[in-house]
């Protein structure tokens, strides 16, 4: 009962970090439109980073067939574009659309991802106390600077800062859901062999063919150069939490 406390107490936590967007509620519209362009680079090199680092190589431990991974990354990217092309028939078909698909894709991929979180987090606490908390510490800076990306790409994809901000608070909050599966569920442990290289074509998709083409649309020079160095300030910041936790 005790580590279910903690993990509950620590998806919590983890959870609410979706909240961060707050930070930059009380900008101007003009200020939060250049910066969100910034944080579209940012939230692009931290999904590229969080599935090449952090996500595939956790998907390709020893005993998981790269095959098998990799065909499960191939049905991510897949799934992820027949849900685009679905969105988009189903808001945007035949007229102007107010919100890019993205969004929602965002939102489903985030969903996945923490789903993820939440079951690390608790397979963890079920082995150790110690170990559980570290998780939870490394899950915490990973996702700092995903949901500010997060956050950016709701706002630019169309939704006001309120809605994002609730919108990637439903997001995150699948977190628990994942815990609590795991916690009591214990056949479904099995399935983290799936959901992560799914999550990993998921975020690849993204941030490869709707992300990185938005910055596309701003070709001025000094744009452009800012573009590239958040977006490898993303991939670094991954890499960094890689090495780090590793450690």
Not at 113 to 132: C, K, P, Q, R, Y
């Amino acid at each position: 009962m005790n580590n279910l406390i903690a993990t509950l107490a620590s998806v919590t936590v983890v959870s609410l970090i979706a909240f961060i967007g707050i930070i930059f509620i009380g900008l101007k519209e003009e200020k939060l439109k250049r910066l969100t362009m910034v944080l579209v680079g940012f939230s692009s090199g931290t999904l590229l980073g969080g599935a090449f680092l952090h996500l595939l190589p956790e998907s390709l431990n020893p005993g998981n067939d790269p095959i098998t991974v990799f065909w499960y990354v191939i049905v991510g990217i897949v799934i992820f574009f027949a849900l685009e092309k679905f969105l988009y028939w189903r808001h945007c078909h035949e007229k102007e659309c107010p919100t890019h698909t993205f969004v929602y894709l965002n939102l489903i991929g985030d969903g996945i991802h923490n789903f993820i979180d939440g079951m690390v987090i608790a397979a963890t606490f079920m082995l150790s106390f110690e170990l559980g908390f570290a998780t939870t510490l490394a899950v915490i800076f990973h996702e700092v600077p995903q949901e500010i990306g997060d956050f950016g790409v709701l706002v630019y994809g169309g939704l006001s800062k309120r809605k994002a901000l609730t919108y990637n608070f439903i997001s995150a909050i699948t977190a628990i859901l994942g815990a609590l599966a795991t916690y009591f569920l214990t056949y479904l442990r099995s399935i983290e062999i799936l959901l992560i290289p799914f999550a990993a074509g998921g975020f690849i998709y993204i941030a490869a063919t709707d992300l990185l083409p938005e910055l596309h649309k701003k070709a001025h020079a000094v744009e452009s150069i800012v573009q590239l160095i958040v977006i490898l300030l993303g991939i670094a910041l991954m890499a960094f939490l890689k090495i780090a936790f590793e450690t």
